[in-house]
């Protein structure tokens, strides 16, 4: 876990050195993105199956897919508010939602966020951002399948965000689950493009979840883990 002094008079996302690194990462993906998908939706086409994970996230190696800025945001504000010590993230992708939830821990001057990104090429690209926008030693990306890397994450878990293959969501949650604490906030992004199973697990208080939707950027589903499961 990374402890530093907190920052007098911290500037968050306005900080010129993690501004400058957002605007850059979300103008390549307003110019970019649409393009690299229509190319990955062109080549998924061609395949006998649909695409595996590992498939998925081939495809998808030039689109950096980031956060709306306003569950950026929102990203940041939440963990200024609930002071994480762990946070991990499903699908770093080119870094963008990593650089706003470490800006958060180096503003509250504590925790660690722990990234996970399937292609090898994000995770380059990411760690490069980060050490751009100044938040490296906040920040661990692990290269491989989530539901590997983050079995090796130490517990407690205090605030996870959920933005990388939809279809992954509940098997990386249930990885998850052992290393939640009641009260731990849960994240999940593109609410629309969630799987039913999933929904119904987390908005279950038999399984000890509350959670309610937000209309935020592309739609957030806002869950806590009482503890209270059945």
Not at 58 to 74: E, I, K, N, R, Y
Not at 107 to 122: I, M, R
Not at 136 to 156: E, F, K, Y
Request: aromatic share 6%; hydrophobic share 45%; proline share 7%.
């Amino acid at each position: 876990m990374s402890v530093l002094p907190a920052r007098p008079g911290a500037l968050g996302l306005d900080d010129p050195t993690v501004s400058s690194v957002l605007a850059r990462l979300y103008a390549d993906a307003r110019q970019g993105d649409q393009r690299a998908m229509a190319n990955a939706f062109a080549e998924a086409a061609k395949l006998a199956a649909p695409p595996t994970p590992a498939e998925t996230s081939a495809l998808c190696a030039d689109a950096s897919l980031p956060v709306h800025p306003s569950t950026g945001q929102f990203l940041y504000t939440l963990a200024r508010m609930l002071r994480p010590r762990t946070v991990v993230e499903f699908g770093t992708s080119f870094g963008t939602s990593a650089i706003q939830l470490a800006a958060a821990l180096r503003d509250n001057g504590a925790g660690h966020l722990t990234g996970t990104e399937l292609d090898g090429s994000k995770v380059a690209k990411a760690r490069a951002n980060l050490a751009e926008a100044g938040l490296a030693d906040w920040v661990t990306v692990l290269a491989g399948d989530a539901r590997d890397t983050l079995a090796t994450v130490a517990g407690p878990v205090d605030l996870v965000l959920l933005d990388g293959w939809k279809e992954l969501y509940l098997p990386v949650l249930t990885v998850l689950e052992p290393l939640l604490r009641p009260g731990t906030v849960i994240v999940s992004d593109n609410l629309p493009m969630l799987p039913q199973e999933f929904l119904a697990w987390i908005r279950d208080p038999a399984r000890g979840y509350v959670s309610v939707e937000l209309p935020l950027g592309d739609g957030v589903e806002l869950t806590t883990w009482t503890g209270d499961a059945g």
